[in-house]
């Protein structure tokens, strides 16, 4: 087992001529809740496609718990143990909120014949129960996702992603567009996830509250280029941070 | 009918009447199946042979429409090659019977296979492309074939066009409409069980997952294109079986009918029953079926009436007949 449970090395993606991540280094440690962030442009979302593999990397390196992961294909991820959320929803719309949380347990639902041709799969069915019941979409089960206020839309992202049963869990913007409420609930339901369950959380956000609250580690991109890491505390107090990002916000706070 | 659940449902739920999961079927449903099944049964007692060979071509369109209700309205992949497929099981049932005399519920599934495979291949060509390069793709396909058909001659007779010899097994033959009704049922039934069957499993949810979002299906691990061939491959079978139905109660079949026409109007009865709703399906193939089958009359306007059905549909009822109604009856229910 290795100590990072995602290892980034020398990850470099250019697009034609533009350079948008430039020999970035990362390492999550296990069962930690580390934060990429950086002003808009900086290639955190680049970053992120790479490592849920739907960008490929020119050049650079990905291992998931010490395997090499550079040239997988984005769909074995999740029997890999990995899911990821999306920055500008990609629900299944049309599809109730409980299906939309059972296609999210399909690495799940198969083997053996039986279980993959059943409309309710033994034991996948009350893991998906159970974590509607968790992120408070219950009372919506039956309701197609398009349907949903965006605030239920974003947990139900994050509840069809726990149906993977992630080893890593990826959040692009997961507090994005949320009131202050929901994102207290939000840092509380993540809080939960780590410490708890022992998910690895690596998430990519504009929100300061949310990622000082509950980062064992930052990381801060900025022009596709590292420029600090460490504790939210080391980062906040980083010049460079504060010149590059940080200052900016602060002044607006 | 005026459940107010089912209008909230969503219109790929594939609750058919007595197979869903929950055990309170509501009572409209059972009505509606006890209608369909007493129908099905008592028919060849109450009327003629041309009726019942009306009944037969009907429920071929059925399984035509459950065909392409996998592909387009479970699976969200413009494919317009039905016909083709069609055609490809209407000649290897026919050609299996004529040079083999293979019992027919051998050729029926040789139908069905060969059309799957050539399925299988096409669709793992033209499946590389979406939206309306994939309409264009198949759509060059099935004109192909439709000119294969008519110039293979040594195989499919060509222009001549191709007689079929009775369906046998052992020493039954097919010789009449009547006689090919209970068989035409069954393989109806069978077709119907097997796609709700396929709708409610893990491969039916990720059909869904594909329409909705490729990227999210991804994300979810579910291998988008190898998805989208299984239900071009799937959905090419139940053309093909469709096909091998049409063999047991015709004695001739002639490419011209074999063309875009046919792939349009299966493509107008599943939007007419309403995308993406097996029962839709299977509603829209009888309605506009027997819609069809009236203007008959009138075969110079026919075309003129399919095309503004169509048109109408996708402009005022886009979810369908079906979903129309009850719209309509229950007063709009949906948030």
């Given at each position: 087992?290795?100590?990072?449970?995602?290892?980034?090395?020398?990850?470099?993606?250019?697009?034609?001529?533009?350079?948008?991540?430039?020999?970035?280094?990362?390492?999550?440690?296990?069962?930690?809740?580390?934060?990429?962030?950086?002003?808009n442009?900086?290639?955190?979302s680049?970053?992120f496609?790479?490592?849920?593999?739907?960008?490929?990397?020119?050049?650079?390196?990905?291992?998931?718990?010490?395997?090499?992961?550079?040239?997988?294909?984005?769909?074995?991820?999740?029997?890999?143990?990995?899911a990821r959320t999306f920055q500008n929803l990609e629900l299944f719309g049309e599809l109730t909120v409980f299906e939309n949380v059972?296609i999210g347990?399909?690495?799940?639902?198969?083997?053996?014949?039986?279980?993959?041709?059943?409309?309710?799969?033994?034991?996948?069915?009350?893991?998906?129960?159970?974590l509607l019941e968790r992120t408070g979409l219950t009372p919506y089960r039956n309701t197609s996702a398009r349907n949903l206020d965006f605030g239920h839309q974003k947990l139900l992202e994050l509840a069809r992603a726990l149906a993977?049963?992630?080893?890593?869990l990826l959040l692009d913007e997961p507090a994005a567009g949320l009131r202050n409420r929901e994102i207290a609930a939000l840092d509380a339901l993540l809080?939960?996830l780590?410490?708890?369950?022992?998910?690895?959380?690596?998430l990519v956000e504009h929100v300061m509250q949310l990622v000082?609250?509950i980062?064992?580690?930052?990381?801060?991109?900025?022009?596709?280029?590292?420029?600090?890491?460490?504790?939210?505390?080391?980062?906040?107090?980083?010049?460079?941070?504060?010149?590059?990002?940080?200052?900016?916000?602060?002044?607006?706070? | 009918?005026?459940?107010?659940?089912?209008?909230v449902?969503p219109?790929?739920?594939?609750?058919?009447?007595?197979?869903?999961?929950?055990?309170?079927?509501?009572?409209?449903?059972?009505?509606?199946?006890?209608?369909?099944?007493?129908?099905?049964?008592?028919?060849?007692?109450?009327?003629?042979?041309?009726?019942?060979?009306?009944?037969?071509?009907?429920?071929?369109?059925?399984?035509?429409?459950?065909?392409?209700?996998?592909?387009?309205?479970?699976?969200?992949?413009?494919?317009?090659?039905?016909?083709?497929?069609?055609?490809?099981?209407?000649?290897?049932?026919?050609?299996?019977?004529?040079?083999?005399?293979?019992?027919?519920?051998?050729?029926?599934?040789?139908?069905?296979?060969?059309?799957?495979?050539?399925?299988?291949?096409?669709?793992?060509?033209?499946?590389?492309?979406?939206?309306?390069?994939?309409?264009?793709?198949?759509?060059?396909?099935?004109?192909?074939?439709?000119?294969?058909?008519?110039?293979?001659?040594?195989?499919?007779?060509?222009?001549?066009?191709?007689?079929?010899?009775?369906?046998?097994?052992?020493?039954?033959?097919?010789?009449?409409?009547?006689?090919?009704?209970?068989?035409?049922?069954?393989?109806?039934?069978?077709?119907?069980?097997?796609?709700?069957?396929?709708?409610?499993?893990?491969?039916?949810?990720?059909?869904?997952?594909?329409?909705e979002s490729?990227v999210a299906?991804?994300a979810?691990?579910?291998?988008?294109?190898?998805?989208?061939?299984?239900?071009?491959?799937?959905?090419?079978?139940?053309?093909?079986?469709?096909?091998?139905?049409?063999?047991?109660?015709?004695?001739?079949?002639?490419?011209?009918?074999?063309?875009?026409?046919?792939?349009?109007?299966?493509?107008?009865?599943?939007?007419?029953?309403?995308?993406?709703?097996?029962?839709?399906?299977?509603?829209?193939?009888?309605?506009?079926?027997?819609?069809?089958?009236?203007?008959?009359?009138?075969?110079?306007?026919?075309?003129?009436?399919?095309?503004?059905?169509?048109?109408?549909?996708?402009?005022?009822?886009?979810?369908?007949?079906?979903?129309?109604?009850?719209?309509?009856?229950?007063?709009?229910?949906r948030g």
């Open positions: 087992m290795a100590d990072h449970l995602l290892q980034v090395d020398d990850l470099t993606v250019k697009f034609g001529g533009l350079t948008a991540v430039n020999r970035f280094d990362i390492s999550v440690q296990r069962g930690t809740i580390h934060a990429l962030i950086g002003p442009g900086a290639g955190k680049t970053t496609n790479c490592i849920s593999r739907f960008y490929q990397p020119t050049t650079g390196r990905i291992l998931l718990d010490g395997a090499d992961v550079t040239n997988m294909p984005a769909s074995t991820m999740a029997r890999l143990g990995v059972m347990a399909h690495v799940h639902a198969g083997g053996t014949w039986r279980n993959a041709l059943s409309a309710r799969p033994a034991g996948v069915v009350e893991h998906v129960e159970h993977i049963r992630p080893r890593l809080t939960d780590c410490r708890r369950e022992g998910i690895t959380i690596l000082m609250a980062s064992d580690r930052v990381t801060v991109l900025n022009f596709g280029t590292k420029i600090a890491e460490g504790t939210p505390e080391e980062v906040r107090n980083d010049p460079s941070v504060i010149e590059a990002y940080l200052g900016q916000e602060m002044a607006h706070a | 009918m005026r459940d107010k659940t089912a209008a449902l219109r790929s739920e594939a609750d058919l009447p007595g197979l869903s999961a929950r055990s309170s079927v509501p009572l409209g449903r059972v009505a509606l199946l006890a209608l369909a099944v007493a129908t099905l049964a008592l028919l060849p007692f109450a009327v003629t042979g041309y009726v019942l060979y009306i009944a037969n071509l009907l429920l071929v369109f059925v399984v035509l429409c459950l065909g392409l209700h996998l592909v387009i309205g479970e699976s969200g992949q413009f494919a317009l090659a039905h016909a083709a497929f069609y055609g490809i099981g209407i000649y290897t049932s026919g050609l299996a019977g004529n040079a083999f005399g293979w019992p027919f519920p051998l050729s029926m599934l040789l139908a069905g296979l060969v059309a799957g495979a050539v399925g299988v291949v096409i669709g793992a060509v033209a499946l590389r492309m979406r939206d309306i390069y994939l309409a264009l793709a198949t759509f060059a396909f099935g004109e192909a074939m439709q000119w294969v058909f008519l110039n293979w001659d040594q195989v499919t007779g060509g222009p001549n066009g191709l007689r079929i010899s009775p369906a046998r097994l052992g020493a039954f033959e097919i010789l009449s409409d009547r006689q090919a009704y209970p068989v035409v049922v069954v393989m109806t039934v069978l077709m119907l069980l097997l796609t709700i069957l396929i709708s409610r499993s893990r491969l039916g949810r990720s059909f869904r997952a594909v329409r490729e299906a991804m979810m691990g579910i291998p988008v294109r190898r998805a989208k061939i299984t239900a071009f491959g799937l959905s090419a079978f139940f053309a093909g079986v469709a096909g091998s139905m049409f063999a047991t109660f015709s004695t001739y079949i002639h490419p011209d009918s074999l063309g875009f026409q046919t792939t349009i109007l299966v493509l107008t009865m599943i939007v007419v029953g309403g995308l993406g709703s097996i029962a839709g399906a299977v509603g829209g193939a009888i309605v506009f079926g027997l819609i069809s089958e009236f203007l008959r009359q009138t075969p110079s306007y026919q075309e003129i009436i399919y095309g503004l059905i169509l048109i109408g549909f996708m402009m005022y009822a886009p979810r369908g007949l079906f979903a129309f109604i009850r719209d309509k009856v229950g007063g709009g229910t």
